[in-house]
């Protein structure tokens, strides 16, 4: 084991013990809140995490958990009322290393990264697209904003990123607009659209929730091949663990805007450490033979204007430590290698007095 | 009360049968609302809900599985069909030709659980106000005494804090809402419970909890529920059998377990094998991934309505539509699919991965 | 305001709402209440709106003169100006004004308004001036405020083109203005809420019938459709008379967006899984209409009807401003306007346009107010 036995991470060392690459998308201590009339929403509170180029990273969690919201940061996308007030989104664009959270959300830099550098997919496919135009003027579009082509160029590769995605007729497909086609064919045309300049990195933000499942199953195989053909970095963020577990090399679990665990979905899924992970995945009834019995998490997510103190778990936790758990947010700690828990019952404590 | 015929045309442990239901919509266009074609959302369906059991109804959304279950409870009335109740020993009786008065008692044996727990709840009126307002309009609340005792008694019996009754629902989070909507269906001492997609919009830790409640409530009460989901794994978990639709129409129904490991239709197995396992060793296993879509039920293709679908379809499946029919097998005639091939084909289950198809693809 | 002040602001907020375990057994109505306190601009505005309306209400009252009384050595005099400070440097508690010495321009013949700093005219509460029948019952001469002297006149607002008070004026005009809008959104409020609800709730050929009705009526443009209607109207009419026949105009169009929004609700609503589960526990169709329907968008019905006020206000000024609604002897801000239509009066005068400024700010305030109450409306949005 070559990582920090306790304490906290250094903010600039590489996760684990592999730094064969340099990380594409570093994201140090992020924290995004909310200012509305009702209060303020800490909805990402203190998240660390790095993605290196080609890999697949599940961003998991329940609902408000703050996935979205971390999605929404680092392309600058967030809704008026939310900022960013603390931490860093270092983008390797290639050249040099950018602190997407330090720059203008509308500016040069971010409207160049945008689309080009990162992609995102959203949950509903018509979200992305306008209503008035063909895929293809789309495409095209998006296209000759960040790369300097002809118009024919420009059609050609959206031609060629349409069967890509195994839209069935390409040359016809361009033609056509977006209320014109299925679900599932919705789905593969934005995914053409997020790709169309070859993005280093995409973001999928509950990309199969709303679909069913064989359209799930089409699109997550979609999602395998494109990256294997493209070998772009993907961030999947998802509330489904079955998802996550069938798509991505690693996982972060999220509780209340906090980072809980993190590892390969080997380490996460076979060795969950933290308590609620380990929660988590006792309340998903399997699809194995026989009878697996499901123990659910006790209590309800607290709201986020009534945040705990302390471990965001502990008002659930079954291995409470009173005294402790409720003082101070725990530290991550390195349970393997490159596996880190934030919970008092690895590490964390000696600091506490 | 109507009498329907006979016992004859109950099984002997159902308490409510569907027989042949159907449920058709117009397709309207323009101004005058011509007619231009029929959604035929639910299409020729039978079943037994037997008392006591959970029987799932499982399939991709705009299968019918709501419209079902609608039929059933009368919030909407079948094209044709009938759906026959019976309580214990008394003769059974036909819903669809009742009438509003004697619905109105029938339906204090047959309650429902929506899918929103948002706008399942009038956020206008307090727990006590939703959880009594059945028991208010059936005229068995009696005091306003009793009518808080009886309230407080299921909000415990749901696990909530009796002091809350005097609260709106906007205090609540989703999965302690949908324990309101269960007191609710609750109050009037029902027979059956139709869930209708009860856990899907719950997040997987609350979604077990009332997974676990609704079992618990099961024995305690010896409910009935007519559990409607998409999710299969939650189903599996949950009923004790299970009845797949596709486009309006039930395609396999069995035992879960015989269901999940030696499923008997080939749509069937494929909901099976997409299914997303939290198991990151079964990453590389080889699914079945459909082409193309959900079948749509305002123009359903001839024959076997899954054949564009199918990988084990042939010319037969494109003009004869076959009947649900049963499968044998050691577990007796409880399960019954509707494919040509269904006694043929080495289909894959829950046990391992998919084998090759012994058939060449269409 | 700085993020940070913005920030604290908000969290003490959210730890007296945390504090507050009110809210968790807090009716649609306390909520909505809480919502709209939390809108400064709208709470100011409600304040505005109460005062205009006392201010009608007690329009006898608070008014110093007569509308009706002339001096005709006044046409056309100026405001006052209230001092404090009198002409010897010293300081008065009690503010007083210098009366008017009219002369005239050598050239122009125009009159000139020259204050006569000899004589010192005291203001007062509660003075004794014109007679008056509050509400046609109670005899008084009290009037709020004036010159002590009964004879002497306050020109708070100048004075009219024939030398009557504009302050008094304006204030029996707001008896008009201000009620002809709520008269007319009643009254759209009414029809809107009938036809509405026959068209969601029977649907079918009714449906159809009345939606076609209302788009044929909102296809006209409003105020062509009003100057027509209006045109009818003999001019011979007492003016209680014209005033409904205005405010039937004005609620012409009105009432169809009303119905609009409420048979939208009905549909809406009728879908919404809490009216069908109780459909399915027994609840009869007044119960479900009045236990669930209508308590789920009274509150948003309001805040439209508040938001269609302004609109009413505005057309019958409008329209007494071309002359084709009101007329004198009627009193309402847009009669008073009418007198302000000539371009050397306006140069000469300015003060005769004094009635848009209150016409400006009762029209911003019903938005403001509508507006907070549009955001409190549905408190279930965001909790
Ligand atoms: N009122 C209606 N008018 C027209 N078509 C309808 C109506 N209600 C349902 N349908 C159609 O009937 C079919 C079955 O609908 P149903 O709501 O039962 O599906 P479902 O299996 O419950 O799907 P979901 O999972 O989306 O709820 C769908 O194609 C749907 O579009
Ligand atoms: N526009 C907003 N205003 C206030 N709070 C918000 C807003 N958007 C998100 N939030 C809050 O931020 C938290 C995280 O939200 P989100 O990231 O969307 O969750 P999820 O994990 O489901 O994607 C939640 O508590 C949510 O209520
Ligand atoms: S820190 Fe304490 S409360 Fe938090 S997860 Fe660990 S044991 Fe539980
Ligand atoms: S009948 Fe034919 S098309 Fe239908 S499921 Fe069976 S094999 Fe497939
Ligand atoms: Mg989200
Ligand atoms: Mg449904």
Not at chain 2, 217 to 245: I, P, S
Not at chain 2, 316 to 333: N, S
Not at chain 3, 218 to 246: C, E, G, H, K, N
Request: include cysteine; charged fraction near 20%; glycine fraction near 8%.
């Amino acid at each position: 084991m070559t990582a920090a036995q306790t304490g906290e991470r250094e903010a600039t060392a590489p996760p684990g013990g592999d730094a064969a690459a340099d990380p594409l998308l570093s994201v140090r201590n992020l924290q995004t809140h909310f200012f509305s009339r009702e209060g303020v929403v800490k909805a990402v509170d203190g998240v660390s995490f790095d993605i290196k180029p080609g890999e697949i990273l599940g961003i998991a969690g329940e609902s408000g958990c703050g996935k979205s919201v971390t999605s929404q940061s680092i392309l600058r996308i967030l809704p008026r009322n939310g900022k960013i007030v603390g931490g860093e989104i270092l983008f390797d664009n290639g050249e040099s290393s950018v602190d997407l959270a330090a720059e203008e959300a509308d500016g040069r830099v971010l409207r160049d990264i945008r689309g080009k550098e990162i992609a995102m997919i959203f949950q509903e496919p018509m979200t992305s697209f306008s209503p008035v135009h063909t895929i293809g003027d789309q495409i095209i579009e998006t296209i000759r904003i960040h790369q300097d082509v002809s118009k024919e160029e420009a059609h050609e590769q959206a031609v060629e990123m349409l069967r890509r995605v195994g839209m069935p007729n390409p040359a016809r497909n361009i033609e056509e607009y977006t209320f014109n086609l299925s679900g599932g064919m919705r789905q593969r045309a934005m995914v053409a659209l997020s790709l169309s300049c070859r993005p280093k990195l995409l973001i999928a933000d509950e990309p199969t929730t709303a679909v069913d499942v064989t359209i799930q199953a089409q699109m997550l195989e979609l999602l395998r091949d494109i990256q294997a053909d493209l070998g772009m970095a993907i961030i999947m963020i998802t509330h489904d663990l079955g998802v996550i577990a069938e798509l991505t090399d690693r996982v972060m679990i999220m509780y209340l805007g906090k980072e809980v665990e993190h590892g390969t979905v080997e380490d996460v899924f076979h060795r969950p450490q933290h308590p609620y992970t380990r929660g988590l995945l006792a309340s998903i009834p399997k699809m194995e033979p026989g009878r697996v019995e499901i123990e659910p998490i006790e209590g309800v997510v607290p709201s986020p204007y009534a945040m705990p103190t302390g471990c965001k778990f502990h008002t659930r936790c079954p291995d409470y430590i009173a005294g402790v758990c409720e003082k101070q947010d725990p530290p991550l700690t390195a349970v393997g290698p490159g596996h880190e828990v934030s919970c008092y019952l690895y590490g964390g404590r000696e600091e506490l007095e | 009360m109507r009498e329907a015929g006979g016992r004859a045309q109950m099984e002997d442990r159902a308490i409510i049968s569907v027989r042949n239901l159907v449920k058709h919509f117009p397709i309207e266009t323009g101004f005058l609302r011509r007619q231009v074609g029929v959604v035929k959302a639910v299409e020729d369906v039978n079943f037994d809900l037997n008392e006591g059991e959970t029987l799932a109804l499982v399939g991709e959304s705009g299968c019918g599985k709501t419209t079902t279950s609608h039929c059933i409870i009368q919030a909407q009335r079948p094209t044709s069909g009938r759906v026959l109740f019976r309580i214990g020993d008394a003769a059974p009786m036909d819903l669809t030709q009742m009438e509003k008065a004697e619905l109105k008692e029938a339906r204090r044996n047959i309650r429902m659980i929506y899918q929103d727990p948002y706008s399942s709840l009038n956020p206008r009126m307090t727990l006590l106000q939703i959880i009594g307002e059945p028991l208010v309009i059936h005229k068995m609340a009696g005091s306003q005494e009793a009518l808080r005792e009886k309230v407080a008694e299921l909000l415990r019996l749901v696990r909530l804090d009796p002091s809350t009754m005097n609260r709106y629902p906007h205090a609540f989070s989703g999965g302690q809402r949908q324990r309101i909507a269960i007191a609710r269906a609750l109050s009037l001492s029902p027979k059956v419970v139709i869930a209708d997609e009860a856990v899907s919009a719950l997040d997987v830790s609350v979604q077990a909890q009332i997974l676990n409640l609704l079992k618990e409530l099961q024995n305690q009460l010896g409910l009935t529920y007519l559990f409607v989901a998409h999710n299969l794994a939650v189903v599996k978990y949950e009923a004790d059998r299970v009845a797949v639709m596709y486009a309006g129409k039930i395609v396999e129904i069995g035992e879960t377990e015989e269901l999940y490991t030696n499923p008997r239709h080939p749509y069937t197995e494929a909901l099976i094998s997409a299914a997303p396992n939290p198991d990151p060793d079964t990453k590389n296993r080889a699914r079945i991934v459909l082409a193309g879509e959900v079948a749509d039920p305002g123009n359903l293709p001839p024959g076997c309505a899954f054949h564009p679908r199918c990988r084990y379809a042939e010319d037969r499946c494109r003009r004869e539509i076959p009947e649900l029919v049963e499968v044998g097998g050691e577990m007796g005639p409880s399960h019954r699919a509707a494919c040509h091939f269904a006694s043929e084909l080495e289909l894959a289950g829950i046990s391992g991965g998919a084998e090759e198809p012994e058939r060449e693809q269409a | 305001m700085t993020e940070v002040e913005a920030a604290t602001r908000l969290e003490t907020a959210a730890a007296e709402e945390q504090a507050d375990q009110r809210v968790l057994v807090a009716s649609q109505w306390q909520l909505i209440r809480w919502r709209f306190l939390q809108h400064k601009l709208a709470v100011v505005s409600l304040a505005v709106l109460v005062i205009f309306y006392l201010v009608a209400i007690f329009a006898e009252f608070v008014a110093p003169y007569d509308p009706y009384i002339f001096r005709e050595d006044l046409t056309l005099a100026p405001p006052h100006t209230i001092r404090f400070i009198d002409p010897e440097g010293r300081f008065q508690l009690r503010p007083f004004v210098h009366p008017f010495e009219k002369t005239l321009d050598s050239v122009t013949y125009a009159a000139i308004f020259v204050e006569d700093e000899t004589v010192m005219q005291p203001l007062g509460l509660f003075v004794r001036g014109d007679e008056y029948k509050l509400w046609g019952l109670f005899e008084s001469d009290i009037h709020l405020f004036g010159l002590q002297d009964p004879e002497a006149r306050l020109s708070l607002l100048g004075q009219d083109t024939v030398g009557r008070d504009l302050f008094t004026r304006i204030v029996f005009g707001a008896r008009i203005s201000l009620t002809i809008g709520l008269v007319g959104v009643a009254m759209s409020f009414f029809l809107g809420i009938l036809f509405g609800g026959l068209s969601g709730y029977l649907g079918g050929t009714v449906d159809m019938v009345i939606q076609r009705v209302i788009e044929s009526l909102r296809a006209l443009p409003t105020l062509p459709l009003w100057m027509a209607l209006s045109i009818a109207l003999p001019s011979d009419w007492p003016v209680v008379r014209t005033y409904f026949a205005i405010v039937i105009i004005l609620s012409t169009v009105g009432w169809t967006s009303i119905a609009r929004v409420v048979r939208g609700r009905f549909f809406a609503l009728r879908e919404e899984d809490f009216v069908g589960a109780a459909e399915l526990d027994g609840a009869g169709n007044l119960r479900i209409i009045f236990r669930y329907l209508l308590p789920s968008f009274m509150s948003y019905i309001i805040a439209r009807l508040t938001l269609a006020i302004p609109q009413m206000i505005l057309g019958e000024t409008a329209l007494s401003f071309i002359g084709l609604g009101l007329q004198a002897p009627a009193i309402s801000w847009g009669v008073l306007l009418k007198d302000a239509q000539a371009i050397r009066v306006l140069a000469l005068s300015p003060w005769l346009l004094l009635p848009t400024l209150f016409v400006v700010v009762s029209i911003l305030a019903f938005n403001f107010v509508g507006d907070g109450l549009r955001d409190a409306s549905d408190p279930y949005t965001h909790v």
